[in-house]
């Protein structure tokens, strides 16, 4: 008897890829197992956080949007209409959805049996290859010029430099698994399984891949009484085993998986079966990997429940840091990611310490990241510089009010320290009474740096107008970030005492170009890169920037590039700034991570001479910087 539905949804699906390269026959099989789904308009069909479903999904009619929800605040990343393909998840993760689907209008949905069509997959190359290409290339589909038909499998490509991260950074796996020969016993090599706690033995002969035991094999030749534990390796062993190369990504192996449908990789030298054995890649490799995603992490991060859980998440965020580095990936891009993370990690720890005091703030607030997480460019673990704004309140209510927020700064505080950044060794912290204070206080505050300034307070004052206001009230933040644009403008005497400070840090270099390396104390003979190159163009681009009354942008980078956007006659130097500084930043991360340090220090002698001539090249454009400083700003009219 004919199924009307199954042929309906046959006949849909047979004008779009990957399905037109499947026989009619077999489309009718999976559409006689898949479901008709109607959507009212806004209603979802899954969440991001949901656990995936059994089923994936081709749009009918209508359309659906794909979203993330940051903050409360969804924000649309794609819409897939006719076609269209959506929650692939489960092929290629086993974790939870990372994006809302939600219907935009009124929709009718086909939900296709993930079961029903992995076998399609793995038995039609077209298929395959339709699924691995879109992937690979992060195209909706390859094959369709005019986007008929496109994929789309929340695999965290929320943008092109998240996904180059997702995509393209190298899969961690065991170094130096175990092995065994063809003629070992079973019982014994299962024994050893168990004893080191691994899922599969490489079995080798002459020290090169021959098969692989897993405990599948284990599960579905030992356990059924098809073979008896006491047979040898050979007579169990799948044989051959899929073989890669030592820097194999994330993606690749994702793919390789699904395309053999194993769940194991063998890694060799050169990736051939002629190479000898070097590692091994489980599925669980893939999915850990996939839990260093910047997506995940802000997930992981919103749900913890304790500093602990939140230091886990900077841990794994440590663990992005590095592999993106390898994978070359810009620093700014870089940059980018790790800041909305880290201050996801300080609104979360704010809301624990909320709870823990047990009652709701007083009145609102605005919680100030200053320094270098303000510029969001703290990578590595360095100290935290916070302050903390409450609106203004009566006198007679402003101690205790005051009071309420100092103790929840600490607590803050403490939660960060626990995660991993230290408190500033000079208390510019929220919990500290000087910088805690209401709105009226810190106009005040601001008033005094900006229009009385003193070389004794300009140094503790800078690092207050590099700052992000990450937590609270956006009407605080509008009124303080309006009042000190207002009292910057065309302030002379400011900006002299700021362009004096800023060339108080000449560039790097002594006679002959030689480095200027520390002459004593615990670091003698190191450079250091923060003080001595990444904060003159920190200082320069601060100054530059307040002088054009850009308050909002306090990046280093992002301060030059919008200078060299705004002034086209000097583009080539802010260009060159932006570019030093990007590259200055590399080194000091990369010295972090080598030594599990704030990177402030480089040992020159472990540079190589092309390291020390792009290092060298970053300080011409610090010269070139403040030569221009020293003709545009005066110094004559500071009293």
């Known amino acids: 008897m004919k199924n009307p539905v199954a042929q309906g949804i046959a006949d849909f699906l047979k004008h779009f890829p990957p399905f037109s390269s499947l026989e009619y026959t077999g489309l009718m099989d999976i559409s006689a197992q898949s479901k008709v789904i109607y959507l009212e308009k806004n209603q979802v069909l899954f969440k991001g956080g949901d656990a995936t479903h ?26 897939c209409d006719e076609g269209d393909i959506l929650g692939l998840r489960p092929f290629f993760a086993k974790n939870d959805y990372l994006m809302t689907a939600r219907a935009r209008e009124e929709s009718i949905i086909y939900g296709i049996p993930i079961e029903v069509f992995r076998p399609y997959i793995t038995g039609n190359p077209k298929v395959l290859e339709f699924l691995l290409e879109s992937f690979a290339s992060q195209t909706r589909n390859p094959y369709d010029k005019e986007r008929s038909g496109k994929l789309m499998a929340e695999n965290v490509v929320f943008s092109d430099q998240v996904a180059d991260i ?46 692989i035991i897993t405990d599948r094999d284990l599960r579905s030749k030992i356990a059924t009484g098809l073979l008896s534990i006491d047979v040898e390796a050979r007579e169990v062993m799948t044989s051959s085993v899929i073989t890669v190369p030592e820097n194999i990504s994330v993606a690749e192996a994702q793919m390789l998986m699904l395309k053999h449908d194993v769940g194991h990789l063998c890694v060799t030298r050169d990736g051939s079966d002629k190479s000898p054995v070097s590692g091994i890649i489980s599925e669980h490799d893939v999915v850990a990997a996939q839990t260093n995603t910047p997506g995940v992490l802000l997930k992981q991060t919103r749900r913890a429940s304790n500093a602990k859980e939140l230091k886990y998440v900077r841990e794994k965020l440590t663990d992005l840091i590095q592999s993106s580095i390898d994978s070359l990936i810009p620093i700014s891009h870089i940059s980018n990611i790790v800041a909305e993370i880290n201050i996801a990690i300080t ?48 006198p007679e209510q402003y101690n205790n009010v005051k009071r309420y927020f100092l103790e929840l700064a600490e607590m803050v505080i403490e939660y960060l320290g626990k995660v991993g950044y230290e408190p500033s060794p000079n208390k510019l912290l929220a919990s500290n009474p000087q910088w805690c204070k209401s709105l009226t206080d810190w106009m005040k505050q601001y008033d005094a740096w900006i229009n009385t300034p003193a070389e004794k307070n300009v140094e503790v004052s800078t690092i207050f107008f590099d700052f992000d206001f990450i937590y609270g009230a956006p009407a605080i933040e509008d009124a303080l970030s309006s009042h000190i644009g207002m009292n910057i403008s065309r302030n002379k005497k400011f900006f002299a005492y700021l362009a004096s400070d800023t060339l108080q840090n000449p560039p790097p270099l002594g006679f002959f170009r030689q480095f200027l390396v520390e002459s004593d104390g615990e670091h003698k003979d190191y450079f250091d890169i923060k003080s001595r190159a990444i904060e003159p163009l920190t200082d320069a681009a601060r100054l530059l920037a307040l002088s054009m009354n850009l308050i909002e942008i306090t990046n ?16 080539e130097l802010y260009e060159e700034c932006a570019e030093a500084f990007n590259t200055l930043m590399r080194f000091r991360t990369e010295e972090g991570l080598l030594n599990n340090s704030n990177g402030k220090y480089l040992n020159l002698n472990e540079l190589s001479k092309s390291d020390k001539v792009k290092l060298k090249n970053c300080f011409q454009p610090i010269s070139d910087i403040q030569d221009m400083i020293k003709h545009r700003f005066s110094l004559t009219s500071i009293k």
């Open 54 to 79: 059994a089923d994936f999904y081709v749009v009918k009619d209508g359309a659906v949007g794909l979203s993330l929800t940051s903050d409360a605040e969804e924000t649309l990343i794609d819409k």
């Open 166 to 211: 997702q995509y393209f950074q190298p899969i961690k796996y065991t170094r130096n698994p175990i092995t065994a020969n063809a003629d070992d016993v079973l019982k014994f090599i299962a024994k050893t399984m168990a004893n080191s706690a691994v899922g599969s033995v490489i079995i080798q002969e002459n020290q090169l891949p021959i098969g």
């Open 347 to 394: 609104r979360r720890a704010i809301e624990l310490a909320v709870e823990k005091i047990g009652s709701l703030p007083p009145v609102r607030f605005v919680w100030m990241n200053i320094g270098s997480q303000g510029r969001k460019e703290q990578l590595l673990l360095t100290d935290q510089d916070n302050a903390l704004i409450f609106e203004d309140v009566e």
């Open 556 to 571: 280093t980078y992002h301060r030059f590039k919008k200078l060299a956007e705004l002034e086209p006659k000097n583009a």
